[in-house]
């Protein structure tokens, strides 16, 4: 089992910059994939980023140029860097673990971190 517990979230204004963090333990060997996911009001939950390893990574195209997923395995730690937030950013994140454990896959969420952007 893998746990997740994400922070950075807040109020920033449009244009503005927030990083967020997801930090993981337990199992965290397991870990395949770390994802970031984004529920807007009202809307159901998108997938924004991942990235497997330490480098393969991959973005939504609504945040492609503006958001970075990075991953700091020594600390069990996974970032995302999210740059010129627009009001359609706002809500929740979420962090989620793709996992392989006897060669069964899991998936493990969050809490999540609440965005809000606005002027």
């Known amino acids: 089992q893998v746990h997740l517990v994400e922070s950075g979230g807040g109020l920033v204004q449009p244009g503005g910059s927030l990083r967020l963090s997801c930090l993981t333990s337990?199992?965290?060997?397991?870990?395949?994939?770390m994802q970031w996911y984004h529920q807007g009001p009202g809307k159901e939950r998108e997938l924004v980023a991942s990235?497997?390893?330490?480098?393969?990574?991959n973005y939504a195209d609504s945040v492609k140029g503006r958001f970075t997923i990075s991953r700091d395995i020594a600390n069990d730690m996974v970032y995302l860097q999210m740059n010129s937030l627009k009001p359609e950013d706002a809500g929740n994140y979420y962090c989620?673990?793709?996992?392989?454990?006897?060669?069964?896959?899991?998936?493990?969420w969050g809490q999540g971190t609440q965005v809000t952007v606005s002027s």
């Open positions: 337990g199992l965290t060997f397991s870990i395949k994939t």
């Open positions: 989620r673990a793709l996992t392989v454990v006897a060669g069964k896959e899991n998936a493990q």
């Open positions: 990235i497997t390893g330490i480098d393969d990574t």
